[in-house]
């Protein structure tokens, strides 16, 4: 039987274990920098994990709960159940502020420190995102909706390169 | 009459009842969402401009999702009702995939043919206005289940009806030719918006079980939502008309069926076939 101590360590190891599982589409960030690993348990021989998805369609999410299966084998994990929880639901809030500087430095805009998610009211004005590239703030956004679901599409009107901004959710 | 005391048998016939009368209701919630998002993916490759392809392909990325979840569900809670050892067990995949059109209990208004840009961002905007509403009430639910799919899709769907209505301005209040398209695809279209918020009987039964939404405390928000946006649009709402029904009890447009057809082709001439 794991006694509180073993159990924490055990955790804290497959915690940083799960530090190696890149998201397929933005393979800067680890599952962990996403947040969307939401707890681990350790049973005596099993280990849950419990991920969330960003978005209901989101298609990495099949390959990442691969992925977890795969490195925690090879780790000599050998029962591994993964549970993906869709409450409370997922937010950029949760995005580690490692994975922020990551985003950033790859090219793509972190979500803005500030949460604001999208919100109903037509052509309201967006808040200003920083342009990865030059640090300029004059940009503007061209779509809502970019390559992922998770992404809007912005252009910079300074260095005026396109970019990608990690939209707040 | 003296009522005859409830036995075993009857008590899990009422509860099977309560079950299939929820499952049909997850599935009407799902089937609208695989429907329409099947219809805008339609768009992809094809839309206006390359940002407009991709929101609508977004926006049909996120409504199969809703599906899935939708399904999961569904076909959890039929594999527990149903205990015949020989039954394949319901997938979400045997729902999407190889039930008919007389099982499916989408409104019409999502499996109208896609038209031109106008009709599907104006269908878009009346959709995603009645779910906005829907899962908005939804996430308080007695199911637990229900209540966290509607939590989780409602931040999508805020995305969605923002995108469809500032379109639907933007056409309205646009040129001659915009403002003319828009206008027949809201003569079109309007019919088939009262559907959307008119109790199927599944729904109900379950509200007396505190667990379908009841659809007429949404009502007055979806119009008073639609009315400014379509006044904001220089559209005139429509006057009051009969309203088309009967996708929620599985009576269809042939519209239906040309969409299963191409969505089922696969799965019904190769069962079985994966990737």
Not at chain 1, 26 to 49: A, M, N
Not at chain 1, 50 to 75: K, N
Not at chain 2, 57 to 80: H, M, P, V
Not at chain 2, 251 to 256: D, R, S, V
Request: a negative charge; hydrophobic letters at 35%; proline letters at 5%.
């Amino acid at each position: 039987m794991l006694n509180g101590n073993t159990m924490e360590t055990g955790k804290q190891q497959i915690l940083s274990l799960l530090e190696q599982v890149p998201d397929p589409e933005v393979p800067v960030l680890s599952v962990i920098d996403l947040g969307i690993v939401r707890d681990v348990k350790l049973q005596e021989q099993e280990i849950e994990v419990i991920i969330t998805p960003t978005y209901s369609g989101c298609p990495a999410m099949d390959v990442i709960s691969m992925q977890i299966r795969m490195v925690l084998l090879e780790h000599g994990f050998k029962k591994v159940k993964i549970t993906s929880v869709l409450s409370p639901a997922w937010t950029t809030e949760w995005m580690s502020e490692a994975g922020k500087e990551k985003l950033k430095a790859y090219g793509i805009a972190p979500p803005n420190p500030m949460q604001t998610v999208c919100d109903v009211n037509l052509f309201a004005e967006e808040e200003a995102v920083q342009c990865p590239h030059c640090q300029s703030y004059n940009t503007s956004m061209i779509s809502r909706f970019g390559s992922t679901a998770c992404k809007a599409l912005y252009k910079c009107n300074h260095c005026l390169e396109p970019f990608d901004y990690f939209k707040c959710h | 009459m003296k009522e005859a005391p409830i036995s075993a048998d009857s008590t899990s016939q009422l509860i099977n009842q309560s079950t299939n009368q929820l499952i049909s209701y997850t599935l009407h919630l799902a089937d609208n969402a695989l429907i329409l998002g099947q219809r805008n993916a339609e768009w992809t490759g094809h839309g206006p401009v390359l940002e407009q392809d991709i929101a609508i392909s977004n926006i049909a990325l996120d409504l199969i999702g809703q599906a899935r979840n939708f399904y999961q569900y569904a076909a959890k809670l039929t594999n527990e009702t149903t205990n015949q050892p020989n039954n394949q067990p319901a997938t979400e995949d045997t729902l999407a995939y190889l039930r008919d059109s007389r099982d499916f209990k989408n409104c019409l208004l999502v499996e109208l043919d896609k038209g031109d840009w106008a009709r599907t961002v104006l269908r878009q905007f009346f959709f995603s206005n009645y779910q906005c509403w829907l899962y908005e009430s939804m996430k308080k639910n007695k199911d637990q289940t229900l209540a966290a799919i509607a939590e989780k899709s409602l931040k999508e769907v805020i995305y969605h009806l923002r995108w469809s209505a500032e379109w639907v301005v933007r056409l309205g209040d646009g040129t001659t030719e915009s403002h003319r398209r828009i206008t027949d695809a809201l003569n079109d279209l309007w019919p088939y918006t009262g559907e959307l918020m008119a109790n199927a009987s599944y729904e109900k039964y379950l509200l007396n079980e505190h667990i379908a939404v009841d659809l007429d405390s949404i009502k007055q928000p979806w119009l008073d939502k639609t009315t400014a946006v379509l006044q904001e649009a220089t559209l005139r709402l429509p006057p009051n008309q009969w309203m088309q029904d009967g996708g929620k009890e599985g009576n269809h447009t042939e519209h239906l069926d040309y969409i299963l057809m191409e969505m089922q082709y696969l799965q019904r001439t190769y069962p079985g076939v994966e990737w």
